[in-house]
């Protein structure tokens, strides 16, 4: 049977929980949750078919082809998280019918998905330990703005502003890149956390059947960065050649954009201000000649130079010495000496033990935070700018909108996020399943239709 226990704030999956959000642009309202607003956003807002649609991949256990396992949706753990931090795991669903009837049901303040297993998860008291095991899970990632805060200056703890999320701005494209480029994954779905965090949701065939020790290789080879007071410089390693891995180097180019652009992090953080330890530990590997000389322009030259204007002056401190007389060493420390840091300011911090288990449990999409209200919606990683925690709608806001459209759910401000969650991931999903579907039936000697 699905077991249900209850877990302290102080030892739940995400830590210790702050007492209450707060933003640069608005507080949040108590009309943003509640037991009565969480019951109107699951009967009218929550998208069941969608959420069905996505993690059966065209398993359809109705259908009457031999190439669908039946049973492939029901043998996939969600675990409820209920008022009280009462968690209850192991449940699953026959249908998405009755996945509808037992969330508005039971009404959890939390949803998280888990693996798909070789039996149905409320029957893992009924088989052996040996027998009950993870087949498949997409491959998912976690970056959390509590990573960051010993580089972030615009806030602290629970606070998120514009100028702080831009870490996840570059977080998504780098990822993104390297998760299409170096592995050749397209179905990659961001996802808000509903607070100040991003998830990751890897959807592939490939990436879904991963064992633990793949996994765990995929988020160590994406793992360039640690945080850590004191910590200014990635440790970017040669590895016996003359550059960089191609993949670093690729990285580099998008964080370099993330880090130098007008709003972005080093000038909206202004981490080399003379009261930050930053500048002082990004100056160690320099001689003392170069260091005196950026001193002097910063306490002579130019009293009130910005961030920016003393990254410049770093950088062609640099550059005189690339054209210097070099060993093959220092040429070699010479090519990263700033791309380290622009890295380690830039680069995401995965928190690479939600990637490394396949039966790792990861809040669902289109759930609600019940800190903030707000609704974790998708992200488009090609239209990151134009994305902001600030504005995702709270499930107060959606009532609000809906008892003022006269009940069209079509109609409020939850619509783009269906609409490019549809159109721009779940479409495109499908027909890889469908074709892999096909394709599977054929083998089989099986003709038949999706």
């Known amino acids: 049977n699905p077991c249900c226990f209850f877990v302290p704030a102080a030892m739940s999956n995400n ?3 702050p007492m209450e959000m707060e933003s640069q642009e608005k507080l949040m309202k108590n009309e ?5 607003l969480l019951k109107i956003y699951y009967e009218k807002f929550f998208p ?3 959420m069905f649609r996505w993690l059966s991949y065209r398993n359809d256990p109705k259908s009457a082809s031999q190439g669908v396992q039946k049973d492939f949706f029901q043998r996939r753990e969600f675990t409820f998280v209920l008022q009280g931090d009462i ?4 449940q699953c669903f026959k249908d998405m019918e009755e996945y509808k009837a037992k969330v508005l049901e039971r009404q959890p303040i939390r949803m998280e998905i888990g693996a798909v297993f070789s039996h149905a ?3 893992h008291n009924l088989v052996s330990k040996d027998a009950y095991k993870p087949l498949e899970r997409e491959l998912v990632f976690d970056i959390d703005m509590d990573d960051y805060d010993d580089i972030r200056t615009c806030c602290t703890g629970s606070k998120l502003c514009l100028k702080c999320w831009t870490f996840m701005k ?4 780098v990822l993104k890149r390297a998760l299409e480029q170096d592995f050749g994954f397209q179905h990659i779905l961001f996802v808000y956390s509903g607070r100040r965090g991003v998830h990751c949701w890897v959807c592939d065939t490939e990436a879904r059947k991963l064992s633990n020790e793949q996994r765990s290789a995929v988020a160590e080879y994406l793992t360039l960065v640690s945080s850590g007071a004191g910590k200014c410089r990635a440790d970017l390693k040669f590895f016996g050649s003359d550059e960089l891995h191609p993949s670093v180097e690729e990285a580099y180019k998008i964080c370099k954009k993330w880090f130098e652009e007008p709003n972005g992090i080093l000038q909206s953080q202004d981490i080399l201000r003379k009261d930050l330890p930053h500048l002082e530990r990004i100056l160690e590997p320099f001689s003392v000649a170069e260091q005196q000389a950026l001193k002097k322009y910063i306490n002579e030259e130019n009293t009130t130079a910005t961030s920016m204007q003393i990254w410049r002056k770093i950088e062609k401190i640099a550059n005189e010495r690339k054209s210097g007389d070099l060993s093959s060493k220092q040429r070699l420390e010479a090519k990263v000496l700033l791309k380290d840091v622009t890295i380690q300011f830039t680069y ?3 928190d690479i033990n939600v990637s490394k288990q396949m039966n790792h449990l990861l809040k669902s999409p289109f759930v609600v935070h019940p800190k903030t209200g707000r609704v974790c919606v998708p992200i488009d990683p090609d239209g990151v700018n134009a994305f ?6 709270t499930i107060g806001k959606l009532v609000e909108e809906l008892q003022a459209n006269g009940g069209d759910v079509s109609q409020t401000s939850l619509k783009p996020y269906l609409h490019y969650f549809e159109t721009k991931f779940l479409q495109h999903l499908e027909k890889t399943s469908t074709e892999e579907l096909r394709a599977k039936t054929s083998q089989m000697g099986v003709l038949t239709d999706f």
């Open 170 to 173: 570059a977080a998504i494209q």
């Open 15 to 17: 830590g210790p929980q």
């Open 388 to 393: 902001d925690p600030a504005q995702v709608p």
């Open 121 to 123: 998860p409320s029957k």
């Open 348 to 350: 995401p911090r995965l």
């Open 32 to 36: 943003d949750f509640s037991p009565e």
């Open 87 to 90: 968690f209850c795991r192991y």
């Open 48 to 50: 069941f078919l969608q």
